[in-house]
């Protein structure tokens, strides 16, 4: 590899059956939503996650949106939340009238600080959505503790989760939803896609219903109606058959995907190491509780680093790397519909530091000396 080319940040791996899967999906004649494809994914994930049910979604956006509408929420009911997540974690309960309440993260994880959340709960609680922020497990036990004790629903965002766990459970299978994407930029992929955890049964029924545009069509297929008829709110979320026969093709072979990526990941982790002890950058903090998933290898710069510079440095030399999330709370809609709990000081700081490094299957381990290299000389 020439030492001037580029070092993508991303690229989508393929298993090289999405297209055969596909063409098996054209043929079979059946392209809309919760074909043969659709079932064999959420046979998968079932028995993988050991989830009583889960449901394809076209984004985990979707499943989000599809969580607010189970938990009726109401204009002015509040959701706690970490600010540091993606603008879908708020957006989808702000869509429902409710009111996003951000609490700061942890410095470790860049989890929600479960500490934080008993002094952001208030008779308009809702819910709380804890993010696994880079596929490592929030502090689960506490938050299901505070939740059952003031009454409240869990909606997990394992978007960036699949497959990792927390003591031995899988993410996503805590609360009572969770959801999943299959982002082309997740270990595990449809281009667009996500999918919804249902971990009580009574939810089964309302999420079919609220995925099929209100209608009780799934029933329908079963042939538990004879005809089917608009029951309640709704709209689509259920993805075609053919990007769940790209996401068979990457379910085959996840547990494969995962390792190959927490290869990279630990190489990453051990040529980091002497950086940290220069004090250049942090590497991550996986907690012993937690398994996770390799989705991202991110580093914390030095406070006396500018983020902006290292980026452009980093490009020179033929790495790209990116930050991530603008905290919602100091964001326009933040500030607009919703509201910080206590100082949210970790967060911003965090985020200000933050920087993702490449990390893809395929990534050589030449380039990650290349990626450390170009860190060194900062």
């Not at 043929?27 to 064999?40: C, S």
């Not at 680093?305 to 980026?311: E, S, T």
Request: net charge neutral; charged share 25%; proline share 4%.
């Amino acid at each position: 590899m020439k030492q001037n080319s580029l070092i993508d940040f991303n690229r989508p791996y393929m298993t090289g059956k999405e297209l055969f899967y596909i063409a098996e999906a054209h043929f079979n004649g059946k392209l809309a939503g919760d074909g043969p494809f659709t079932n064999r994914c959420h046979a998968w994930l079932e028995k993988s996650l050991n989830c009583p049910k889960v449901l394809l979604t076209h984004s985990c956006t979707a499943a989000l949106e599809m969580a607010a509408l189970i938990l009726d929420v109401k204009p002015f009911d509040e959701i706690i939340m970490p600010s540091f997540t993606f603008v879908s974690t708020a957006n989808a309960f702000v869509l429902r009238g409710g009111a996003p309440v951000f609490v700061d993260i942890r410095e470790d994880t860049l989890n929600i600080d479960e500490r934080k959340i008993e002094e952001a709960i208030t008779p308009k609680t809702k819910a709380i959505v804890p993010v696994h922020y880079a596929g490592v497990g929030c502090e689960m036990d506490t938050i299901m503790s505070l939740a059952r004790a003031n009454g409240l629903a869990v909606v997990e965002d394992a978007a960036q989760a699949l497959l990792s766990r927390y003591k031995g459970q899988y993410l996503g299978t805590f609360g009572e939803i969770g959801t999943i994407s299959f982002h082309e930029t997740k270990n595990i992929i449809s281009g667009e896609g996500g999918a919804i955890t249902l971990n009580e049964a009574a939810l089964t029924s309302m999420a079919e219903v609220f995925r099929e545009k209100g209608t009780d069509r799934s029933r329908f297929f079963r042939g538990e109606v004879d005809k089917y008829t608009w029951q309640t709110l709704g709209s689509s979320f259920l993805p075609g058959e053919l990007i769940a026969a790209f996401l068979w093709a990457q379910l085959e072979e996840a547990q494969s995907i995962i390792a190959r990526r927490k290869k990279i990941w630990n190489t990453y982790h051990e040529l980091l190491e002497p950086l940290e002890k220069r004090g250049i950058l942090r590497r991550p903090i996986i907690p012993p509780e937690c398994d996770h998933n390799a989705h991202i290898y991110y580093i914390l710069l030095a406070s006396s680093l500018d983020r902006d510079r290292v980026i452009a440095s980093l490009r020179s030399d033929g790495v790209q790397s990116v930050f991530h999330y603008v905290p919602l709370h100091s964001s326009p809609g933040g500030r607009k519909y919703g509201r910080a709990v206590g100082s949210l000081g970790l967060t911003d700081s965090l985020a200000s530091r933050l920087l993702r490094l490449p990390l893809w299957v395929g990534l050589k381990e030449e380039d990650q000396e290349r990626v450390r290299d170009s860190l060194a000389k900062l």
